[in-house]
């Protein structure tokens, strides 16, 4: 009976260590390639292609509503759907619910933990998630009722093994989506607390993530202390595009209004647009004298216009296509921690570590 043919490598010993270095080499080697095919793609600048498009004008943008009532530094907010209700979390362990026209809060609630870092409005309006150094991820349902105990009717639903640093509702508020300091994402059924699908590919914490945003999006963007920004399919669990341009943390991912682009803010004090039809980095926006990094981005409703909001206590608002500063929003007296667009575009909402939250 002939023996088996066996590859060359298995018959010979081999050390673990001298494997590994192979192995180094040869997805080096692999990555190289691919970075040379992407730049083959790569034919002209998008400011190049949008020197035709026409200049926008001094753009001016004031504060028109402020929310004072955390005891401590924002953390995070997020719209309600109907385009006036903002939820906010904070350092000190409070999610409260304004009405952001009349600056009235309609609800409160004391998480058992301080630095709530996450929170999220469900897509009916009729609930909030929120978490933080507890490892969880909570859901309170919300009632007409001003007066109704809150923490009695709240739901844990997702657990984590390190802190949450974000969460998002699904296009239902049947289903959520978390990241954490574990280094994973992911997806759970709200109802049953049951983990419906994990992700797995940062090699550090993940500190933010974003759903695609049309209604049949099955993917989300989550970026992190690996200095990468993965878009993941959420039905498959797999990472199917990931970009490594910036040269620290990412803190902030937000997708461009037509799903086929996001930007991202990072502790290297840039914002960077990245197409996924090109799969490749298409702009990044700073300045020489832009030195503090950036926590947070939104773009406009028609996607010409990024807001980042900087440690220095600023919001820079960037021209997508041209690449170019078109204003500086200045007030908040401490840094900007989080920021966003309302969902009919008319106004923004920035919160601060100087304990509030402004509307303009």
Same mark, same amino acid.
């Given at each position: 009976?002939?023996?088996?043919? /066996?590859?060359?490598?298995?018959?010979?010993e081999?050390?673990?260590?001298e494997?590994?270095?192979?192995?180094?080499?040869?997805?080096e080697?692999?990555?190289?390639?691919?970075?040379?095919?992407?730049?083959k793609?790569?034919?002209?600048?998008l400011?190049?292609?949008?020197?035709?498009v026409?200049?926008?004008?001094?753009?001016?943008?004031k504060?028109?509503?402020t929310?004072?009532g955390?005891?401590?530094?924002?953390?995070?907010m997020?719209?309600?759907k109907?385009?006036?209700?903002?939820v906010?979390s904070?350092?000190?362990?409070?999610?409260?619910?304004w009405?952001?026209?009349?600056?009235?809060?309609?609800?409160?609630?004391?998480?058992?933990?301080?630095?709530v870092?996450?929170?999220?409005?469900?897509?009916?309006?009729?609930?909030?998630?929120?978490g933080g150094?507890?490892?969880?991820?909570?859901?309170?349902?919300?009632s007409?009722?001003?007066?109704?105990?809150?923490?009695?009717?709240k739901?844990?639903?997702?657990?984590?093994?390190?802190?949450?640093?974000?969460?998002? +509702?699904?296009?239902s508020d049947?289903?959520?989506?978390t990241?954490?300091?574990?280094?994973?994402?992911?997806?759970w059924d709200?109802?049953?607390?049951?983990?419906?699908?994990? /992700?797995?590919?940062?090699?550090?914490d993940?500190?933010?993530l974003d759903?695609a945003?049309?209604?049949?999006?099955n993917? /989300?963007?989550?970026?992190?202390c690996?200095?990468k920004?993965?878009v993941?399919?959420?039905r498959?669990?797999q990472?199917?595009?990931s970009?490594?341009?910036?040269?620290s943390?990412?803190?902030?991912?937000?997708?461009?209004?037509s799903?086929d682009?996001?930007?991202?803010?990072?502790?290297?004090?840039t914002c960077r647009?990245y197409?996924?039809?090109a799969d490749r980095?298409?702009?990044?926006?700073?300045?020489e004298?832009i030195?503090f990094?950036?926590?947070s981005v939104?773009?406009s409703?028609?996607g010409?216009?990024? /807001?980042?909001g900087y440690?220095d206590?600023?919001?820079n608002?960037w021209?997508v296509?041209?690449?170019?500063?078109?204003?500086?929003l +200045?007030g908040?007296e401490?840094?900007?921690?989080?920021?966003?667009?309302?969902?009919?575009?008319?106004? +923004?909402?920035?919160?601060?570590?100087?304990?509030?939250l402004?509307?303009?």
């Amino acid at each position: 009976m002939r023996s088996p043919v /066996f590859p060359e490598m298995a018959t010979q010993e081999v050390q673990p260590n001298e494997t590994l270095a192979n192995l180094k080499t040869e997805s080096e080697t692999l990555k190289s390639k691919l970075e040379d095919e992407r730049a083959k793609l790569h034919d002209v600048e998008l400011h190049q292609v949008a020197e035709k498009v026409e200049g926008l004008g001094q753009f001016v943008m004031k504060t028109r509503r402020t929310l004072k009532g955390h005891g401590n530094k924002v953390l995070c907010m997020d719209w309600c759907k109907d385009k006036r209700r903002i939820v906010s979390s904070s350092q000190d362990g409070k999610v409260i619910v304004w009405d952001a026209f009349t600056t009235n809060k309609e609800h409160a609630v004391t998480m058992p933990c301080t630095w709530v870092m996450a929170c999220a409005y469900a897509p009916s309006g009729c609930a909030v998630a929120c978490g933080g150094l507890d490892n969880k991820c909570s859901v309170y349902p919300l009632s007409l009722d001003k007066n109704e105990n809150l923490a009695a009717k709240k739901k844990s639903v997702a657990m984590h093994t390190n802190y949450l640093s974000a969460c998002s +509702f699904t296009n239902s508020d049947m289903q959520i989506l978390t990241s954490s300091g574990d280094g994973t994402c992911a997806l759970w059924d709200v109802e049953s607390g049951q983990l419906l699908q994990s /992700f797995h590919g940062h090699a550090a914490d993940v500190l933010c993530l974003d759903l695609a945003p049309s209604e049949t999006g099955n993917t /989300f963007v989550s970026g992190g202390c690996d200095k990468k920004a993965n878009v993941w399919d959420m039905r498959s669990g797999q990472c199917i595009q990931s970009f490594e341009t910036h040269e620290s943390d990412i803190n902030s991912v937000r997708y461009y209004p037509s799903g086929d682009a996001f930007a991202s803010g990072s502790d290297d004090a840039t914002c960077r647009l990245y197409d996924l039809r090109a799969d490749r980095e298409v702009a990044i926006y700073s300045k020489e004298s832009i030195i503090f990094g950036v926590s947070s981005v939104d773009f406009s409703l028609s996607g010409r216009l990024l /807001f980042g909001g900087y440690n220095d206590y600023t919001i820079n608002v960037w021209d997508v296509l041209k690449g170019t500063r078109v204003s500086i929003l +200045f007030g908040h007296e401490n840094r900007v921690s989080t920021l966003r667009v309302s969902p009919d575009g008319t106004a +923004f909402c920035t919160g601060s570590w100087d304990h509030t939250l402004r509307v303009g």
